[in-house]
């Protein structure tokens, strides 16, 4: 148990620190939305892309709580709703960082290629197909949730050799599209990743060392987010050690919560207004000794 109790600190530390770097990402994008009047295409990812590492955070913690800390709560249907609120908010956590990534892509590399040129000319339009089309992994996903979740409700009626075939087959369909629906986009950001760095290779030494140290830790967070991610849904399908699933939940959280702050501290305005908290926040400890 005293596992456990490391790792529930390890998770509300992690929780806690995410929540502040996003939600302080979302207050200073959206104050200065409101102060123009009007917000560029990066702030507005950026911003959907805290929010919804807010509510991947919120259910992470929910999912611990009933999974590990109070298991008598977790029925069939609880875990299906906290699944697929899970299901949802890692989607689009996942893939808003995608698509910032090809998104600065477009913006920042130097192609002569036509076709580059024509979808850096119409990337908001290239965005939004890449953000429809990735639905069709979510729906496929909450789709092989509900009929797992019809087929063990069943499970005592009717054939049971071929439930149990069709148990297995679904969880077999459910862990490859969860290792699918997170490989395409990692895929896609290493892609990004590595065009960026091949069309600044004479520019590296130029570059400043921070925007470096962004790009390559967003890359090193994702790469740990997804294997721990595929490395917790192949180790339940196997049904391993149960220290090992918590093992991998404590390390998964890190991309939702330490991102964010290399996030602000790439970006000159939300560095700014970080540094302008610290300072008022040290003026008024001053203040109450």
């Known amino acids: 148990m005293e596992l456990f109790h490391y790792f529930s600190i ?7 620190v995410g929540n502040f770097a996003n939600g302080f990402v979302a207050l200073v994008n959206c104050f200065d939305w409101a102060k123009r009047k009007k917000i560029s295409s990066a702030d507005g990812i950026l911003t959907a892309l805290v929010v919804s590492r807010i509510c991947l955070l919120w259910i992470i913690l929910i999912n611990w709580y009933l999974t590990v800390l109070n298991p008598a709560l977790c029925s069939l249907q609880v875990r ?55 639905l069709f992994f979510l729906s496929v996903q909450v789709a092989v949730v509900s009929l797992k979740e ?19 087959i679904l969880q077999l369909s459910h862990v490859t599209v969860i290792t699918l629906a997170n490989l395409i986009p990692f ?20 570059m400043k060392r921070n925007a470096m140290q962004t790009v ?6 994702f790469t740990i987010y997804f294997l721990t991610l595929v490395g917790s849904v192949w180790s339940s399908k196997r049904q391993q050690n149960k220290q090992v699933l918590l093992l ?3 390390f998964g959280i890190l991309h939702p919560s330490v991102h964010s702050f290399i996030l ?3 970006n000159r305005k939300l560095t700014k207004a970080f540094l302008s908290v610290l300072w008022l926040l040290r003026c008024w400890l001053k203040e109450r000794k």
């Open 10 to 16: 390890i998770v509300m530390a992690e929780f806690v």
């Open 248 to 250: 991998f939940q404590a």
């Open 264 to 266: 602000i501290w790439g």
């Open 80 to 134: 299906v709703i906290v699944y697929i609120a899970w299901a949802i908010s890692n989607h689009f956590s996942i893939w808003l960082a995608t698509i910032l990534s090809i998104y600065y892509l477009f913006k920042i590399a130097n192609f002569s290629s036509l076709i580059f040129l024509h979808l850096k000319w119409k990337v908001k339009w290239v965005l939004l197909v890449i953000l429809l089309g990735s």
């Open 187 to 206: 895929t896609m950001s290493l892609i990004s990743f590595l065009l960026l760095i091949f069309s600044l290779w004479k520019h590296l030494k130029k």
């Open 216 to 221: 390559i830790s967003f890359l090193l967070l």
């Open 150 to 168: 019809n087929t063990q409700r069943n499970e005592y009626g009717g054939n049971i050799t071929q439930k149990t075939k069709l148990r297995d």
